[in-house]
């Protein structure tokens, strides 16, 4: 990429007040609509297919506000985007997900079909979200409105009844992993956003947490601690102080929720028939491990396990995915799914190791660490553990750190992230101010 500085006549200006409104109500909804259904149903007293719908229709109603709200801004060609070491792994994933629909083993074509078309969305949001305005602009106030989003989904998660297994979530409609996951995604964007000093978010971090905690989500919850300590023992940036604070913090929330955890343990140990324990989970890695093998090139298809496998144990388990994320790209797409998979993470583990030395660096292999842990025993239904729409807004933010670190080295560590942008002959310039 060119560095040299063209005329401020060339440039393309942003506007003097770049909006943030928008992107938080992005990221708030990002977050929130693991709530939507749950809510629809329980409270509006609708049926899960309408709640579904509703979440969807929110989806495509974002997008097109978002399409309405960048156009004709324009800050660098899409071209550039695509040359990002993991983006063309994501547009690959999305291509084939979507060829798969054609001899998908689905419950439903056109079910599934909305489905890939609010993944799809997803990433579309955030592109022209991104395309249109500053990255800081952009990034900080999606993430913080993510972490309010999470923070609202924790405090009703606290009100509600807890599961017969005393965990936190409904029986029938949100399990209790898909609100620990949450927290703890949402947990590292407070983080990154407290490291920035870009909003007073140490209280919605500790309620993230604790509730990360009552969750009793256990793959979440090691993959959190794993990475946390990866981070508080090599991040030279973190003062002694802050993170004897951390270890007390956490030991102090154990302490105070240690009746519950040992109920847990108890029950846990005492049902190990149920298919959501270790055991029954060996059981689902078997049955889509050998239903695998009998497709092995291109798969089942997208959404090929909910209401299509049948229901395991005595307790009539029905699994949405297979628990394991490798698996489950392997299951729905075979061997390609399987490549993909391995391309999207080493690629973009690669371009994180390309960055300088620093503070940024170490954060992003923590919580490319949390999402690996934790996709050992756990995954999503559609996407992959780490979004695509989050692979594409981390790909962008670490180019513009290496841009920097390439520009100014001796600031390198320290630096804020510039963004290319467009002149009026449409190549790419290095702004030189923090945007």
């Known amino acids: 990429m060119p560095h040299d500085v063209q005329s401020s006549e060339n440039r393309i200006v942003p506007p003097s007040s770049s909006p943030t409104a928008l992107p938080f109500v992005v990221g708030f909804y990002f977050a929130f609509r693991l709530f939507i259904m749950l809510l629809a149903v329980r409270i509006l007293g609708t049926d899960p297919r309408t709640g579904t719908a509703l979440s969807l229709a929110f989806d495509f109603l974002l997008l097109v506000c978002v399409s309405f709200c960048t156009l004709g801004e324009v800050r660098y060609q899409l071209k550039q985007l695509t040359e990002l070491p993991a983006v063309p792994w994501v547009i690959a994933f999305l291509g084939f997900s979507c060829c798969s629909l054609a001899w998908s083993s689905t419950a439903s074509t056109t079910t599934s079909i909305a489905y ?36 609202l989904i924790a405090v009703i998660a606290w009100i509600m009844p807890a599961q017969s297994d005393l965990r936190l979530g409904d029986e029938e409609l949100l399990g209790s992993n898909q609100i620990g996951y949450l927290c703890g995604f949402a947990f590292y964007f407070a983080q990154y956003c407290m490291r920035e000093r870009k909003g007073k978010l140490s209280y919605h971090a500790l309620l993230l947490g604790i509730t990360l905690l009552r969750t009793l989500s256990k793959t979440t919850i090691v993959a959190f ?29 154990v302490a105070a929720l240690w009746g519950l955890l040992s109920s847990y343990f108890d029950a846990y140990t005492s049902t190990g028939s149920q298919s959501t324990t270790l055991t029954g989970r060996i059981g689902i890695w078997a049955y889509l491990l050998a239903e695998a093998l009998q497709q092995p090139w291109i798969g089942h298809g997208f959404d090929s396990v909910w209401k299509v496998i049948p229901p395991f144990g005595s307790d009539q388990f029905e699994a949405a995915h297979a628990h394991n994320e490798l698996l489950q790209q392997f299951y729905a797409y075979g061997v390609v799914g399987a490549l993909m998979f391995l391309g999207i993470y080493s690629s973009f583990f690669r371009h994180i190791r390309s960055l300088p030395s620093g503070p940024f660096r170490t954060f992003l292999f923590a919580f490319l660490a949390f999402v690996l842990v934790r996709g050992t025993a756990d995954t999503e239904r559609f996407d992959l553990s780490l979004p695509m729409w989050a692979i594409v807004m981390f ?19 320290v630096a804020s992230f510039s963004l290319p942008i467009l002149s009026s002959d449409h190549s790419l310039i290095n702004r030189q101010t923090t945007d």
């Not at 969305?121 to 999606?142: E, F, G, N, R, S």
Request: net charge positive; glycine share 4%; hydrophobic share 50%.
């Open 116 to 151: 890939w078309c609010g993944m799809a969305a997803d990433v579309a949001i955030v592109v022209l979200m991104i395309q249109a305005q500053p990255l800081k602009c952009i990034t900080h106030p999606l993430m913080e409105g993510y972490v309010w989003g999470a923070c």
């Open 225 to 253: 601690l794993v990475s946390q300590g990866f981070l508080l023992f090599t991040d030279r940036s973190i003062s002694r102080k802050s993170k004897i604070l951390a270890a007390l913090t956490t030991a102090a929330a």
């Open 395 to 413: 790909s962008i933010m670490i180019e513009q750190a290496r841009n920097r670190q390439a520009e100014f080295p001796e600031t390198a560590a």
